[in-house]
């Protein structure tokens, strides 16, 4: 079980193959609800499966199916790092 | 509303998109199957009929949804198609809700929405072939009790399932149930509905669970039913009732995160995982290849060149065939309508070369449409989106915009139709608007003519190629800042985040190639034939009325003939006199005369009245630019840019005061004004049948004629104070 060790960041730190969690969302923001809905609930753990050649978007591997979005897109993401 | 017996019941199909819905939409109904709009909006309702074992019914494929609260209109549009709230369209009597198995957790989100729509209720699990390689095991009948509603796998490409889904959903519309979840993590106690059953059916009321729970919600019949005989069951309706709705109130305020935590939990219960995942996957394998910095960007620019060579390749052919019929058609034709030449020259010219000079474009479509379908069905246009993302982003498009406009360097007609590949409403719209912008293979005649009379007999083949090449490049480095305006100014709609989902590798589906072709080709040959048709008739009718005297033009060629020393016979002087009058003809005719009129707007542009006729003539189709260049510069008809008579001509072309018509800058005033003018009716028609509006062809049109007219404008003037 991978645990966290305390690291904070944003979408914009995720180099291929973190793991990661999701500490809070913002939920006032519509394009975090976006994503909330697609899984990326507060508390979710995921992983960085692919990047771009041109660093964005970025692919990640959460709830056992992979999703693609833009890293400039996802603000109002608190993350942890996990080891 | 009073339900008639024999009504035909609807039958909608809802789920994420990618979950396969398409594929299984397509085994359900065959090729039984209408493409529509749904009212004032861009989203498609595709419908068909869907044959069950006891009678037909009306089969709806609801957009792709990822959840029920809508962001875009298009989106709501779905929402409310399934919730039959759109006029004129039936409320769907039974949904079939598709959920991908390899991709349960994130499917189950929609179903826990769907599941309190209150429509009776029928899951059709898809990709179990996945689950499979994924060496996960299913475990169907729990799912379907965790779901309260029968679940039935399918593998929609290769009928497998279909039968028994037909079967089910016969079933459910005979009784019908609408499903039952308990979302709440603590799973709320049943037990007192549980004790009222039993109690009713120890009085001989064997009632099944979801119609108690139903009854539960208006319990008034009920309890006053029971109140005389049975007063303890009566109370106990009641209380039941009670408790359930309290349930019910506290569903209406769950959250995503709730709804998240039963969708885990169903997944977890209904999915096994095997003790030994597999390591890296093959599709993982593929994509560090096809993604990659170097390579991906490699192949992708030879796959990409492997599709604009089939087009051009395996098209000319059968656009040469279809040509040849429509020749040979004419030529049936003609002489059987000679005692009246006008209904001769209406079916010849006006309806069998119109309709001949639009269907020349069906093999470019079907070819392009069969290439997406392929890309799409392997999973690989996702990656090239992907890919490119970064490269379209920045101007507001998106990496999905790709296709259409590389699309539209053979033809804007596919590239405006394959922007449907681009969920984005706003960056769909962008991407049509400037689809017409990107230099079609209608443009190329204008380019070889023109390149050809003045820059390759003076510079040699090396610059006239740069010179091609550039005429190629002007449309695209135009776009960019129009896109950018567009998105600033003119489409102020939301923007919705960019996601995008990557398939696994697979084998595309030929049954849906082949009906993804057929379904485009034949919106493509019914839209835009019926409005190409009607202006070819209007610009024959332009160009053939008022009639000339042709006796007295006949006269006055030989009187002019004879007077400069030749003898009026003979071949020469038959086929001289015939572009003589089919000359002061056009000259005469209601376009000769608009041209005439018009002249003076483009004079600054370096354009006499017989370059502006030929442009208006051209705006229905461009193509026909050359053979009414040829009938205005005096050659008849029968021309194209191999001629070198239309050639030598339009060198030799003057102003009335002598000084030469074309100058090098006003072939490249002309050539840009070709490369950047809206002429096209078949792709404003394509462009209104895709945004399902008047306002956005008329907008391109004006948007870009007025670009032309201004870029030709300034090189002419330009060209003016450079050569003195």
């Given at each position: 079980m991978p645990v966290a060790n305390g690291a904070i960041m944003t979408f914009s730190d995720l180099k291929q193959g973190m793991n990661v969690r999701v500490v809070s969302v913002d939920s006032a923001l519509e394009e975090c609800r976006r994503l909330e809905e697609m899984g990326l609930t507060a508390g979710t753990s995921f992983r960085v499966a692919k990047v771009a050649p041109f660093g964005d978007p970025i692919e990640i591997d959460l709830r056992g199916y992979r999703l693609c979005l833009r890293k400039g897109e996802t603000t109002g993401f608190v993350l942890e790092k996990l080891d | 509303m009073t339900a008639t017996e024999n009504k035909t019941l609807t039958v909608a199909i809802v789920g994420n998109p990618n979950a396969g819905k398409t594929t299984l939409f397509n085994a359900l109904t065959?090729?039984?199957?209408?493409?529509?709009?749904?009212?004032?909006?861009?989203?498609?309702?595709?419908?068909?009929?869907?044959?069950?074992?006891?009678?037909?019914?009306?089969?709806?494929?609801?957009?792709?949804?990822?959840?029920?609260?809508?962001?875009?209109?298009?989106?709501k549009i779905a929402i409310s198609a399934i919730k039959g709230q759109i006029a004129g369209h039936a409320k769907p009597d039974l949904l079939i809700c598709v959920l991908d198995a390899s991709n349960l957790e994130r499917n189950l989100f929609l179903y826990s929405q769907i599941a309190e729509l209150e429509i009776p209720m029928v899951v059709a699990l898809t990709m179990v072939d996945r689950v499979q390689r994924k060496q996960l095991t299913l475990d169907t009948h729990r799912l379907s009790e965790l779901l309260g509603a029968d679940v039935v796998e399918v593998v929609g490409h290769k009928e497998k399932g279909i039968d028994a889904l037909k079967k089910v959903v016969d079933q459910n519309l005979e009784v019908k149930?609408?499903?039952?979840?308990?979302?709440?993590?603590?799973?709320?106690?049943?037990?007192?509905?549980?004790?009222?059953?039993?109690?009713?059916?120890?009085?001989?009321?064997?009632?099944?669970?979801?119609?108690?729970?139903?009854?539960?919600?208006?319990?008034?019949?009920?309890?006053?039913?029971?109140?005389?005989?049975?007063?303890?069951?009566?109370?106990?309706?009641?209380?039941?009732?009670?408790?359930?709705?309290?349930?019910?109130?506290?569903?209406?305020?769950?959250?995503?995160?709730?709804?998240?935590?039963?969708?885990?939990?169903?997944?977890?219960?209904?999915?096994?995982?095997?003790?030994?995942?597999?390591?890296?996957?093959?599709?993982?394998?593929?994509?560090?290849?096809?993604?990659?910095?170097?390579?991906?960007?490699?192949?992708?620019?030879?796959?990409?060149?492997?599709?604009?060579?089939?087009i051009y390749t395996f098209a000319g052919p059968v656009m040469d065939w279809i040509e040849g019929l429509f020749g040979s058609l004419g030529e049936w034709a003609s002489p059987k309508l000679e005692s009246n030449p006008t209904l001769q020259s209406l079916v010849v010219d006006g309806i069998i070369g119109g309709v001949g000079g639009m269907l020349v474009f069906l093999p470019q479509i079907l070819i392009l449409f069969f290439f997406i379908a392929v890309l799409e069905g392997t999973g690989y246009l996702a990656r090239a989106a992907f890919m490119m993302d970064r490269l379209f982003g920045w101007c507001g498009l998106n990496g999905r915009a790709f296709i259409p406009l590389l699309s539209s360097f053979a033809c804007a007609i596919p590239g405006v139709m394959a922007a449907r590949v681009m969920p984005d409403p706003k960056a769909r719209l962008a991407t049509i608007l400037v689809a017409p912008l990107m230099s079609c293979s209608a443009r190329l005649p204008v380019y070889l003519l023109l390149i050809g009379v003045f820059v390759e007999p003076k510079f040699g083949p090396t610059w006239a190629g740069v010179a091609l090449f550039a005429m190629h490049m002007v449309g695209l480095v135009i776009s960019i800042p129009i896109v950018w305006v567009l998105n600033r100014k003119l489409l102020k709609s939301k923007r919705l985040p960019f996601l995008l989902e990557l398939p696994p590798y697979q084998w595309p589906k030929w049954k849906d190639v082949g009906l993804a072709m057929f379904v485009r080709g034949r919106v493509f040959v019914k839209t835009a034939g019926t409005i190409i048709v009607a202006m070819s008739i209007l610009i024959w009718a332009a160009s053939y009325f008022p009639r000339s005297d042709e006796a007295a033009n006949q006269t006055k060629f030989e009187q002019t003939w004879v007077a400069d020393g030749n003898t009026a016979e003979g071949e020469e002087y038959e086929a001289a006199q015939e572009k003589y009058v089919a000359e002061q003809q056009l000259e005469g005719s209601y376009l000769g005369r608009l041209g005439k009129t018009i002249e003076p707007a483009f004079v600054p542009a370096g354009f006499d009245w017989r370059i502006t006729t030929s442009i208006l003539a051209a705006f229905p189709a461009r193509e026909v630019v050359i053979p009414s260049m040829g009938i205005i510069f005096s050659l008849g008809g029968d021309v194209d840019e191999e001629s070198s008579d239309l050639r030598s001509t339009m060198q030799n072309a003057t102003w009335p005061d002598g000084r030469p018509l074309f100058t090098l800058w006003t072939a490249f005033g002309l050539m840009i004004f070709f490369a950047l003018c809206c002429q096209c009716n078949a792709t404003l028609a394509a462009i209104k049948r895709e945004t399902n509006s008047w306002k956005w062809p008329v907008f391109v049109f004006v948007y870009m004629t007025t670009l032309a007219y201004i870029v030709a404008v300034i090189i002419n003037q330009v060209g003016r104070l450079v050569s003195g």
């Open positions: - | 065959g090729s039984r199957q209408k493409v529509g709009n749904y009212p004032g909006v861009t989203v498609e309702q595709v419908s068909g009929s869907l044959k069950l074992p006891s009678q037909p019914v009306h089969c709806i494929d609801i957009p792709g949804l990822y959840s029920l609260t809508a962001v875009s209109e298009d989106e149930r609408n499903p039952k979840i308990q979302l709440l993590e603590t799973s709320p106690d049943l037990s007192k509905i549980d004790q009222l059953q039993e109690r009713l059916a120890r009085i001989g009321e064997d009632i099944h669970r979801a119609d108690l729970l139903q009854m539960l919600q208006e319990p008034d019949s009920a309890v006053e039913r029971y109140a005389q005989d049975f007063p303890e069951i009566a109370d106990e309706f009641k209380e039941a009732s009670a408790y359930v709705r309290s349930l019910d109130q506290q569903s209406r305020e769950l959250t995503t995160q709730d709804r998240y935590a039963w969708s885990n939990m169903v997944a977890t219960q209904a999915v096994t995982k095997s003790p030994h995942p597999p390591k890296r996957s093959l599709t993982d394998k593929i994509d560090a290849l096809l993604i990659n910095r170097f390579w991906g960007f490699l192949i992708f620019l030879g796959i990409m060149y492997l599709v604009f060579q089939s």
